[in-house]
């Protein structure tokens, strides 16, 4: 503003020095000295750069390409690192790949302000037409997108569950090796890699088996006759869990031996912590094996179910 007032002062000053009859050398020196200001200060008001300028910019493209990869290759090469780390450290692995979400959300968040930062030099009416545009976009063909990412940002901060974490989406069940900010994957039992959509998962219920633990619940279940004993047979199982490699036992981490009457058997259950959840599997196996392994030895039979013509042996159930 003091820039445009000066130029309008020595504006006047010129007319002021049209030459009438006298002084004519000294007043058209003045009027050279007054409009090598005026060029001088008008060179130096800063316009507004002109959207379609600053979009359509190759030189804008092209950093805003390097960036957008430089930022992907760094977050792949810590990513990667993080993850070999983290193996390192058994069941502590936890503690580190906590860190990797929050990795990722800071370097995205960076190169997005290295990219629009020229963009933050527009008018007022240019950033809203680009804001316009760019809602438009979104409404019409990156809604979807959008969201995945706003709901990556919302895990990452919420953290309904991290990386390493067992959890169910849906029909969906395994472990969480990558929390990105449009998917999540998974590696199922079956060793499957599935990819969810990030606001599927925060739109739906999400079970969580161990919620940032490396210990976790692991429930087996066991059927036996009737006429077999009892309490033999939970004593036995009791020793099958306290005695397993796998097991892990704490105040905070009790187990316990559970017995339903059904109509035609009991069913034991067996509810223990398995010291890894990647050990989930192989624990109920061995607590199962050793567990018929002693009932065989005591005389404890799995129930012999006969029922509309369809016969169930005496084999253990499992």
């Excluded at 060793?191 to 219920?205: F, K, L, Q």
């Amino acid at each position: 503003m003091s820039n445009a007032t000066t130029v309008i002062t020595n504006l006047t000053n010129t007319s002021s020095l049209i030459p009438d009859n006298v002084g004519i050398v000294t007043n058209a020196t003045n009027i050279v000295k007054n409009l090598t200001n005026i060029s001088a200060l008008s060179s130096g008001i800063t316009e507004t750069p002109h959207l379609i300028d600053v979009i359509f910019n190759p030189f804008w493209i092209i950093q805003s390409l390097f960036i957008l990869i430089f930022a992907y290759i760094v977050v792949w090469l810590l990513d990667l690192a993080l993850k070999i780390l983290s193996e390192q450290l058994g069941t502590k692995r936890h503690i580190l790949a906590m860190v990797i979400p929050v990795m990722k959300i800071f370097l995205y968040i960076g190169a997005i302000y290295l990219i629009i930062t020229p963009l933050l030099h527009l008018g007022l009416t240019e950033f809203a037409v680009f804001s316009g545009i760019m809602g438009a976009g979104l409404g019409l063909g990156l809604k979807d997108l959008f969201a995945d990412i706003v709901a990556g940002f919302i895990i990452i901060i919420e953290k309904p569950y991290q990386i390493g974490d067992k959890i169910q989406v849906g029909n969906d069940y395994g472990e969480v090796v990558d929390i990105g900010l449009v998917q999540t994957i998974i590696i199922t039992p079956g060793d499957s890699r599935v990819s969810i959509p990030n606001y599927a998962a925060i739109s739906n219920s999400v079970s969580s088996a161990n919620a940032g633990s490396a210990e976790m619940m692991v429930i087996t279940d066991l059927y036996i006759s009737y006429d077999s004993d009892i309490s033999e047979a939970i004593r036995l199982l009791s020793e099958a869990v306290i005695t397993s490699r796998y097991v892990y036992v704490s105040d905070t981490r009790p187990y316990t031996i559970l017995v339903e009457n059904l109509p035609l058997f009991r069913k034991i259950t067996a509810k223990a912590y398995v010291n890894d959840l990647r050990h989930e599997f192989i624990f109920k196996t061995d607590i199962t094996k050793r567990a018929w392994e002693a009932y065989q030895i005591a005389g404890i039979k799995a129930p012999d179910i006969s029922a509309g013509g369809y016969c169930l042996s005496s084999s253990p159930l499992i």
